[in-house]
């Protein structure tokens, strides 16, 4: 069954507790908070204080993604805040394999991600140290994009990758996801669906969700 993972990115923050309250309710998965630190990314989000104050609101795994330079340094904040998952960007400066060595050492599960931009081989040398692979459908650092095809393929190398070597490793996608767009990732090998507005905008946010954990080989067409 396929993964969702509500964004935070697009909740209303004036009422965060709420918005997650209100995604577990509706039977998501994981919780996706986006990181950025207005130097990766022009944006500035959320920090280390905020996931551990959402962190004593509900059970749901935290899917923390590092949109920050040298992620390295923030690993043992993040990780302490209560992340269940760390992923960092291949095209981050500073020293990524240590990062996600350190992201292991402090007990919590490693993740890589890249950019449409960015050839997917990049990621090859990391493979071996993950738990979550994150394809970006657009670019890091702003909601509200519409989806880049590119993402497909991507997927596929890393499902035929995940098949031959690691069939536990999590495929998420993130960006313009939709119950069109997702149906498409989810047939190219995704296992997790992250996505902001078409989730937190949507009337009934579970109808949504229930629907997206339904795609897959043997989903109805």
């Known amino acids: 069954m396929t993964k969702v993972a509500p964004s935070m990115l697009s909740a209303d923050f004036s ?3 709420e918005e997650v309250r209100r995604i577990e309710s509706a039977g998501a998965d994981w919780v996706h908070l986006d990181i950025m630190d207005g130097m990766f990314v ?3 989000t959320i920090g280390p204080s905020v996931v551990a104050s959402l962190r004593k609101l509900t059970k749901m795994p935290f899917d923390v993604h590092l949109m920050i330079q040298d992620p390295v340094r923030y690993v043992k904040a993040f990780a302490d805040s209560g992340s269940d998952m760390l992923t960092v960007h291949v095209e981050a ?4 394999r240590g990062a996600l060595k350190s992201i292991m050492d402090h007990g919590i599960k490693p993740g890589i991600t890249l950019n449409p931009g960015t050839p997917i081989e990049s990621i090859e040398p990391y493979l071996d140290l ?5 394809i970006m459908t657009v670019q890091a650092g702003f909601g509200g994009q519409s989806f880049k095809e590119v993402g497909l393929s991507k997927i596929g190398w890393v499902r035929e990758y995940a098949d031959a070597q690691n069939p536990r490793l999590e495929i ?7 119950r069109n767009t997702g149906k498409l990732c989810v047939d190219a090998g995704a296992t997790v669906l992250a996505a902001g507005s078409s989730l937190f905008n949507h009337s009934d946010m579970g109808k949504e969700i229930a629907l997206w954990k339904g795609y897959g ?3 109805e067409q």
């Open 15 to 17: 009422k965060l507790g």
């Open 42 to 44: 022009p944006n500035i």
């Open 93 to 96: 400066d500073g020293d990524i």
């Open 130 to 134: 993950v738990d979550l692979v994150l």
């Open 172 to 178: 998420s996608v993130d960006g313009g996801i939709n």
């Open 217 to 219: 080989p043997n989903a």
